[in-house]
């Protein structure tokens, strides 16, 4: 093969690569952004309650925005629950979090308008925007551990069942027991698609920075 002709095929090759390194992360941002509108109607969440008196369990599912119990329209299991833990002294559950649920989905659409921006916008630190995506499942999680540690450590010492409930932490992924309660705590459908979204983000960053360092060698 003449040096000409692999010349060539050197410089396609490269103009190819190049291609793909620009236009590979946009479309990975993009699908991080449906990604994340997607999981603003699924639960981020779930806790099931299982005891002798309840069989078939209480279920809490937790939204970015609220939570529910599950499909039976037979019981209101946020507010069951709210009721058997005002025994033990703990806070009502429609109090945690509310802030963080009053501004949950502007902050998602933010986020995924912060892609949309950084997928077309190649400025040296419009990256940035990305970021809040990039980190958003750690962020529930931390904010999820921080309200169960806030209601399991201040339990009110004059509710009915004070002396045999001491404070706690409750699980947030796996077993636990409180009192005569198991607990099975689980992360859901929503915060793996959030996750999910955040693996996009950083696989695109990291290809637009390799990307970047090719062009700036050349």
């Excluded at 690569?17 to 109607?41: C, D, F, K």
């Excluded at 309840?54 to 069951?80: A, C, K, S, W």
């Excluded at 703990?90 to 921006?117: C, D, Q, W």
């Excluded at 069942?161 to 992360?187: C, M, N, R």
Aim: aromatic share 10%; glycine share 8%; net charge negative.
């Amino acid at each position: 093969m003449s040096q000409t002709k692999l010349t060539a095929q050197q410089t396609a090759t490269t103009s190819s690569t190049r291609r793909w390194l620009t236009w590979l992360p946009p479309v990975l941002l993009i699908v991080a952004a449906v990604l994340l509108i997607a999981s603003i109607p699924l639960p981020y969440w779930g806790l099931v309650l299982e005891a002798p008196q309840y069989p078939e369990g209480l279920e809490v599912r937790v939204f970015v925005n609220e939570m529910t119990g599950d499909d039976d329209p037979q019981i209101d299991e946020v507010q069951e629950i709210t009721g058997l833990n005002h025994y033990i002294g703990m806070k009502p559950l429609a109090e945690a979090a509310t802030f963080e649920r009053s501004i949950a989905i502007p902050g998602v659409i933010a986020m995924v308008i912060a892609l949309g921006i950084v997928a077309f916008v190649r400025r040296r630190w419009v990256w940035l925007l990305a970021l809040p995506a990039a980190v958003f499942p750690l962020v529930f999680l931390g904010d999820l551990a921080y309200w169960l540690n806030d209601y399991g450590q201040n339990l009110d010492p004059y509710a009915p069942l004070s002396s045999a409930i001491h404070p706690f932490t409750p699980t947030i992924i796996g077993e636990g027991i409180i009192g005569q309660f198991k607990t099975v705590a689980y992360v859901n459908t929503g915060w793996y698609l959030a996750v999910a979204a955040a693996v996009l983000v950083i696989v695109a960053l990291l290809i637009r920075r390799v990307g970047g360092r090719a062009t700036a060698g050349e």
